[in-house]
């Protein structure tokens, strides 16, 4: 196969898992993410391609479908792969911004599906912030951000307090 034929079979099977995902056709979705990762694998490294880039918007949806799947580990672990790059290399305000904001809500997902609820309400925050520096336009930004907040009163109710209720510091009750 010549490289193009690559790429875009690649991109076609990350588009196919996009639109999968928000079909809500998760495990179809997975294995679209594999396919494209598994044909962009097969790129030779000497050609001008964003191996990683692109992995790591395969990782974007595919921590999404496993989120959805209730495989948080899974999901953790794929937005973790794209976090590391969109971190490094994101730019909040190109057409990459929102997977990297897609992949920071998946993160969050999969904190709080593994019981990390402190991790979660930051990557939460982080992302709602993320939405609103944003300045191209976001489909149904209204929309997640509703969802987002939503998660945060969720897992803040989840979140014991600090202190009890009635606490008193040890000098009050000496006063």
Not at 11 to 34: H, Q, T, V
Not at 57 to 65: R, V
Request: proline share 3%.
């Amino acid at each position: 196969m010549k490289p193009l034929v690559q790429v875009a079979q690649s991109y076609i099977a990350l588009s196919e898992g996009d639109e999968k995902l928000r079909a809500g056709l998760f495990e179809e979705a997975a294995a679209s993410y594999n396919r494209a990762m598994t044909v962009s694998r097969t790129i030779p490294e000497d050609e001008a391609y964003d191996h990683q880039g692109f992995d790591a918007l395969c990782h974007t949806g595919l921590s999404g479908a496993m989120a959805e799947l209730n495989h948080y580990p899974e999901a953790l672990a794929s937005a973790d792969i794209a976090l590391r790059y969109f971190s490094r290399r994101g730019e909040l305000n190109q057409d990459e911004g929102i997977y990297w904001i897609a992949a920071v809500c998946n993160r969050a997902t999969a904190l709080a599906g593994t019981g990390r609820t402190e991790e979660a309400l930051q990557a939460y925050r982080m992302a709602s912030e993320m939405i609103a520096e944003r300045k191209a336009d976001i489909p149904d930004k209204v929309k997640q951000l509703q969802t987002i907040d939503a998660h945060i009163s969720s897992l803040q109710a989840l979140t014991p307090d600090k202190k009890p209720s009635g606490y008193k510091a040890w000098w009050e009750f000496w006063s």
